[in-house]
């Protein structure tokens, strides 16, 4: 008996798999092997068997809307699980550029992005005079600046669409 492979071919599906490395979701039949290998699974809503099933259903909505693709952390443990060779980090990075696309960012995530475009760091409010003196203690400049050209890259790629 020979067994037919079924390939999900939802609109959604067919949107992740024409970006660059989206291919690679034809090959997940949502075992689950994923989820037990994720290293944050246990201790938080991160599902990544729950999330590609919904990629695989079409659920487009869902899917841009949840944090779940954000909270992923790219340790490949699932990757290096996986029989089928799914890179699950792969697929959430397409998931999250899209997302992005269509300005659908979690706030979790949005604020420090402004943040960093704002000030070119996270920290620059907790910045003092103590950390100046205790980096020229260390050798270091006591002068942070923003790296504007980066900023105005990311800024353009990611923000300004």
């Keep these: 008996m020979v067994r037919t492979r079924l390939t999900p071919s939802s609109s959604f599906i067919q949107e992740l798999i024409s970006i660059p490395g989206g291919e690679i979701l034809e090959k997940c039949v949502a075992c689950g092997v994923c989820t037990a290998s994720c290293s944050i699974a246990s201790g938080t809503s991160h599902n990544p068997r729950q999330l590609m099933q919904k990629i695989l259903v079409g659920a487009r909505k869902p899917v841009l809307e949840s944090d779940q693709p954000w909270l992923c952390k790219t340790c490949n443990l699932c990757e290096d699980s996986c029989q089928y060779g799914v890179k699950l980090s792969d697929v959430f990075e397409i998931v999250r550029?899209?997302?992005?696309?269509?300005?659908?960012?979690?706030?979790?995530?949005?604020?420090p992005s402004q943040k960093i475009l704002t000030d070119g760091w996270l920290m620059a409010s907790a910045y003092s005079d103590y950390v100046a003196d205790e980096r020229e203690e260390l050798g270091l400049s006591s002068r942070l600046s923003q790296n504007n050209s980066y900023t105005r890259d990311v800024r353009s790629k990611y923000f300004d669409l």
């Excluded at 550029?97 to 604020?111: C, H, M, Q, S």
């Design 97 to 111: 550029e899209l997302a992005i696309r269509e300005g659908i960012i979690p706030d979790a995530f949005k604020t």
